[in-house]
């Protein structure tokens, strides 16, 4: 979403696209949602705004800085610690993303946990505390305020008016919609990573691809499925925290933006094969038991762990395979902005 549309006599805000047809002379642009609710505005009930992902065109501090709040940075952070994973000042980088976004980086933080608690009262039947721990919010209290400021109605007032088709039933984990993915090919998308799967890691059937996943130390289970109205994604996880940073990478997957993890295709590319890939993955991959039945097995291996493995774990590319580890082990997510 790189835009609203705001209604001064209806106080709501709409995407583009939006069915909806107010008189022209009544409608105001914001360049965010978040811009759009720091004005007092609501989201369209009939749009659905929350639905559709923080996007941002602008220079690359801005986008940097708008991918780093997608992903969650700010439920473990504040703004100077965002803006020093971007080598600027908090004052520059609250300056540069007002400019472009008319909100701070906090205030989009805080319309980002809304927008996905509200995609999580829509399509899950969890809890309503464990939707505020999971969308990020510190504190029931603090969700609460949020939702209402955001939406005019409490968590549970919301939920309440869910429609009838918005409630995923998922053959455990939990179940989640993709928000707008434009021009995505499902099927194409999953028959390319049927030729491109790490073994053991990777896997693709007709149900949908699926891979192994570490949070917080832990493994997990991602899925990309085909869904009702669109690509499904249910997540197995031990704990809710760190939610939004997986849809995001999940989202970037399916777009085919970037890799779930970049030392896959590094590696892929050092040892030119899916059966080298495999057998480095059966080697130094942390093992995943009890999920042999979905073909999944390991998770792929760490930098760490491929820069300290032998010549013969590592096979006739070892040293590729290093010169890749490090590569990634060492890469900056920064560089994009200098100051004025």
């Known amino acids: 979403m790189t835009g609203v549309r705001a209604v001064v006599t209806t106080g709501i805000y709409c995407v583009p696209g939006c069915s909806a047809r107010p008189h022209p002379d009544n409608v105001r642009h914001h360049p965010s949602a978040a811009a759009a609710e720091v004005a007092g505005y609501r989201a369209c009930h009939r749009c659905r705004p929350y639905r559709v992902d923080l996007d941002a065109t602008g220079p690359p501090l801005v986008t940097r800085a708008v991918e780093l709040i997608a992903a ?21 980088l609250r300056r540069c993303v007002v400019e472009h976004l008319g909100a701070t980086p906090d205030q989009l933080a805080r319309s980002r946990r809304a927008h996905l608690a509200r995609r999580l009262l829509d399509d899950t039947d969890l809890p309503v505390a464990d939707v505020a721990f999971a969308a990020g919010f510190g504190s029931l209290r603090q969700f609460n305020r949020q939702m209402r400021d955001t939406f005019g109605e409490a968590p549970r007032a919301l939920r309440a008016r869910r429609r009838r088709a918005d409630r995923l039933v998922a053959d455990g984990g939990l179940a989640l919609r993709f928000p707008d993915l434009p021009n995505v090919d499902l099927a194409s998308w999953l028959d390319r990573r049927a030729d491109e799967a790490a073994p053991g890691v990777e896997h693709v059937s007709g149900s949908g691809y699926r891979r192994v996943i570490t949070v917080h130390g832990d493994p997990g289970v991602l899925e990309i499925r085909p869904g009702p109205d669109g690509a499904l994604l249910v997540v197995h996880v031990p704990r809710l925290h760190g939610l939004t940073g997986l849809m995001h990478r999940a ?44 073909g999944l097995t390991h998770a792929f291996p760490t930098p760490a762990a491929l820069l300290g493995a032998t010549d013969d774990d590592l096979g006739p ?24």
């Open 72 to 92: 969650g940075l700010l439920d473990d952070t504040d703004e100077a610690g965002l803006a020093g994973r971007l080598a600027t000042s908090a004052r520059h």
């Open 251 to 294: 989202r970037l997957l399916v777009t085919d933006r970037a890799p779930w993890d970049p030392v896959e295709p590094a590696v892929r590319a050092a040892v030119g094969g899916r059966d080298a890939v495999g057998r480095i993955v059966g080697r130094l991959g942390r093992p995943v038991p009890g999920l042999g039945p979905l």
């Open 317 to 340: 590319d070892a040293e590729a395979v290093r010169a890749a580890a490090r590569r990634i082990g060492g890469q900056s997510a920064e560089g994009l902005c200098t100051q004025p």
